[in-house]
């Protein structure tokens, strides 16, 4: 077969990410043939489970998130896949059993170990790993964001990490990497002649990218409030978008390559102070409205939380393309809608010969999430017998319109790891300049005595955000 055979090691086995999408999208792998037949996908965590509790479990609250063709013989085979053992992290003797148990195997040339935990344990996880030689060059760790809360925590994380693998052996997680809609930017930038000659500040006036969501912070008000928007979306996510948005053409679409050019955008990113962060950043909360709660009444929220639930920045990258282009990035929970773009607001043209000569610029939208799809706004004629122009989209909708199955994020990524292919995974120089990035945010508010701005659950954020656009004649998306 032309799959690789693979042994993953899936710590967190019991956990939510788990349950809800690594065994669900490598369920999905399977059915469509995928996964090598002898593949194994040993779980562990601290759960006094065996084989069959596990089963249980995944039965319960895996099978559940399964999204396309669910089927009870497919699921049956799949299930003979996997198999389970309590591993403490924390205790190296744990580690002898799992390690004898990948070597009975006897397949030892492609192991994965997904450590889907606390980033508190990567470090004894991995020395823990070593001391039982699954660090050897066949063996590929994988981490899960978030990783650390600072700079200097996430240098820590890393350096510790370095301590028992290569770099070319970890593959650091950001599932939006995952997501076809924005590899799909590549090709639209890189394959077409007619976008990339416009893809400047001579032609382009400003960018704008979201992610929305509508959810609030559910059951996770414990882990939410001590990471907050900008932790949890900012330095990974929106800086990816960011990054895929905005970088030059790599040399190849190697990983190296590609992440050489990433990192090259954010270390050309002007450099927040703090000063600045009072006028180009905005931070928010929502307030209860329309029957919801507000943020600070959300269960296990402490009185008096300052945790920012949206966050707004307005970005410059300091280079030939870009100098001049406001980058306006925001992200938050309880929004209005569930949305994730990148809007393109192109330079006004002289329309002086046409009727009423107000015609809008042009704007490209590239839509990640509710729907695939990218809309170029062109002016058209009105049809009859002035010279009227109006704005109309030239739309595709990928995901309805281009035939192909579309792989949920995190299956392209395990199976990437699986082939060993790093380009979709972030490498320690570029998650570190994402960090440098925030770091002036994260050290103002952590002194500031000014509250986040509150706004309505169910709103596109607060009017401080508004007015951070406003000042530049700016409107967010929504309103154009
Ligand atoms: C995760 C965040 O990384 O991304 C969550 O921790 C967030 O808070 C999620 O809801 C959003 O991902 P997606 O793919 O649903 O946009």
Redesign the pocket.
Known sequence: STQTNFDMVLFGATGDLAMRKLLPCLYQAHVAGLLHPEGRILGVSRSELDRAGFLEKVESSAKIHVKQHFSDGQWASFIRRLDYLTVDVTRAEDFTALGEMVKARQQTENIVVYLSTAPKFFAQACANLAAVGLNADNVRVVLE?PLGTDLQSSREINTDVARYFKEEQIYRID?YLGKESLQNLLALRFANVMFEPLWNNQYIESVQLT?A?Q?GVEERGEFYDITGALR??VQN?LMQMLCMTAMEKPASLDADDVRDEKVKVIKALKPLTAESVNELVVRGQYTADKGMNGYLQEKDVPAGSFTETYVAIKAEIDNARWAGVPFYLRTGKRMAGKV?EIVLNFRKLDTLIFDGSQAAPNRLVIEL?PEESVRLYTQVKTPGAGNRVELTALSVNMGKEIAGRRQE?YERLLLDVINGKLALFNRRDELEAAWEYVMPILDNWATSTQAPHGYAAHSWGPEAARELLARDGHRWHEEQ
Do not use: F, G, P, T
Request: charged share 25%.
């Open positions: 964001k599932h992610i969501e959810l949890d979306m996510h994730a999430q994020a």
